[in-house]
């Protein structure tokens, strides 16, 4: 949003709710299952990720302190490295965001079904799937404050029983299944490379205040401590909450499950505890939508407004929202869920390879602005002598590294063939916007 026109709408509580909401998401449900056969080493590698993505947090609180610019990390790659760095980050991101949506909304769906048993069947899950989708875009183009506070009630709402499982599941847990280190048989630095990206995924989200910088109260506070607060808690839960769910299921049970925290739930207290967590997923899951929804209009709407994207995607309804950006990829993951529905062989292994996308094409906007601080200083200081790089950007350098080792050769090879896809479009608005090459 263009910070000289509108109100600025989103301050640390809404900020806050962004990060948590768009970071508990639907792969934080099933993260107990995915990580269960590497046994305690699961719980290390949590930890150890989530301090990775405590730098990374602080990394990004630096450059929005620095310059607070609508786009989050496609504003400070540009702002680092120049537009066409910052257009293929923009560009990847933006298709990872909307890629990303129709996972979160069948997770929707399946939890909905679970719990009404009427609507099974494909028709209705489809239904299901893309009525989540454009709910959310309908509350998103009401304005930035309106998806602010539904991120806010959706966030805190699904944190009371997540919460009480991370936190009163710590007295039911069976300390015999935590006996083995690394079950799994595979040698050390090859299991924290397969958990990289598992672990990963969850922390997804992490960057998500700086996004709608151009609408929020006092940014170069309210950004940075939502932020590094929003990491914190999610990291917590994810701890904590592996802990119990493996400690409350057997191994054997708990890498089979589907919904571990609902049958984590129903250990503790029944089946009104597993209703009530999967209540929670249903809220998480509308709320990552709204958070991811939010980020899809922003990103585009920034690389438009400097001549990096078409314009439609820059224009502002009369409520101050990229409205066209939003309804264009909304209606791009309506076509991949529909093609999926179509039940396309084909297409169900693209569709697939695009969602293991999602990791690595997240990650690679992380490395980029792991280091991009000191050179947005000399940026926005007119000249001035780049800063030293510290510990803290070194370190979130590194972890982003070793999340994009992990993804494997594959979804990285891919991934470089989906960001150069970009090039033609790069160059047709660059010719059709009469903009002069950079000045390098």
Known sequence: ??????????????????VVGNMVGSGFYLSPAAVAPYGN???????????GAICLGLTFAKLARLAPATGGPYAYTRLAYGDFPGFLIAWGYWISIWASLPVIAVAFAGVVIDLFPAFRGRGAAVLLTLGAIWLVVFVNLRGVGT?????QVTTYAKLVPFGAIAILGLFYIDTSHFGDFNPSGVPLLQACAA???LTMFAYLGLESATVPAGDVRDPERTISRSTVLGIGIAAALYVLGTIVVMGLLPREQLVGSVAPFSDAANVMWGRGGEIAVSIAVVLSSIGALNGWTLLMGQ???????????????????????PATGIVVSATLATVLVLLQAAGSEGFSAFYSLVVGLSTMAAVIPYAFCALASGLVAARVGNGARIPRVT???IIAFVFAMFTLYGCGAEPVL???VLLLLGIPVFVWQRQHSGAPPEQL
């Open 1 to 18: 949003m263009a910070a000289g026109n509108n109100v600025k709408s989103l301050g640390i509580a809404a900020c806050t709710a962004i």
């Open 41 to 51: 080493l699961a719980i290390l590698v949590w930890i150890v990720m989530g301090a």
């Open 147 to 151: 998806a602010g506070r539904f991120a």
């Open 195 to 197: 958990l990289a990206p």
């Open 299 to 321: 990103v585009p709407m920034a690389a438009a407004r400097d001549g990096l994207f078409p314009p439609l995607f820059g224009k502002l309804s009369s409520r101050n929202v």
């Open 391 to 393: 510990v803290v950007e």
């Open 414 to 416: 891919y991934g470089l």
